[in-house]
């Protein structure tokens, strides 16, 4: 069936270097995309979104691309930082289907 | 703090009852959604309310309910539960009708023994 999906369950990176989390989507009618965060113990927090209108979006310390062709997007952290140890999500933000989350450790 | 809260934290029950789950949307919010989250299937859309009328319906069982209030308040019913059942239980609002930026409440972590 159609999904969202994570390619990696997990990715260590050094404290101030760039992360990169990978997503793949299976629908090709799909528009909207959200990246999410969950810290452990807490609901998931929304971090940035695009629609399929724009090939980057970025906020702050965050990049999310999207490449329509092979039905792929990534969320870019920029120096990142021990407080962005947690689990991502990519989510079809119509269908409301999350891929299976990535979690960030951040080593010092 | 997203401004949704979510009663109870914590929930231990056996299998066969019936539990409710309580959410409170952020001020302003008139669409509300609940989702499961288990280990083994990740986050799950069950279903969304909107100015308490259904609007849309994810993978959520027959045994499951839930409904919003004139209040905006909503409550997700769990019933006949089986051991499966055992997850976290939570409830995102967002302004609008139309999939857009969803806050998020702590959860509700749900035990059948």
């Known amino acids: 069936g159609e999904s969202v999906g994570l390619h990696l369950p997990t990715l260590s990176v050094q404290e101030g270097d760039n992360s990169i989390i990978n997503c793949a989507y299976s629908?090709?009618?799909?528009?909207?995309f959200i990246w999410y965060k969950q810290e452990s113990g807490k609901g998931p927090q929304f971090i940035i979104d695009?629609?399929?209108?724009?090939d980057k979006r970025q906020g702050q310390r965050v990049t999310v691309l999207l490449n329509k062709t092979v039905k792929h997007l990534s969320l870019q952290i920029a120096a990142t930082q021990p407080g962005d140890s947690a689990v991502y999500f990519c989510?079809?933000?119509?269908?409301?289907?999350f891929g299976t989350g990535t979690q960030l450790k951040v080593e010092l | 703090d997203s401004g949704v809260t979510q009663t109870p934290k914590h929930l231990i029950t056996a299998t066969g009852q019936r539990v409710t789950l309580r959410c409170s949307p952020r001020?302003?919010?008139?669409?509300v959604y609940w989702y499961q989250q288990s280990l083994d299937q990740g986050l799950q859309f069950l279903i969304q309310?909107?100015?308490?009328?259904?609007?849309a319906k994810g993978n959520i069982l027959e045994r499951f309910s839930a409904q919003q209030f004139p209040d905006l308040h909503s409550e997700l019913n769990l019933s006949s539960l089986e051991l499966g059942d055992s997850a976290l239980y939570f409830c995102?609002?967002?302004?609008?009708?139309?999939?857009?930026?969803?806050?998020f409440g702590p959860g509700t972590r749900l035990l059948v023994l």
């Open positions: 001020s302003g919010d008139l669409s």
């Open positions: 309310y909107y100015n308490g009328e259904e609007r």
């Open positions: 629908n090709s009618a799909s528009d909207y």
């Open positions: 995102a609002s967002s302004a609008g009708l139309v999939p857009e930026t969803q806050y």
């Open positions: 989510a079809d933000g119509n269908k409301l289907t």
């Open positions: 695009i629609r399929s209108n724009m």
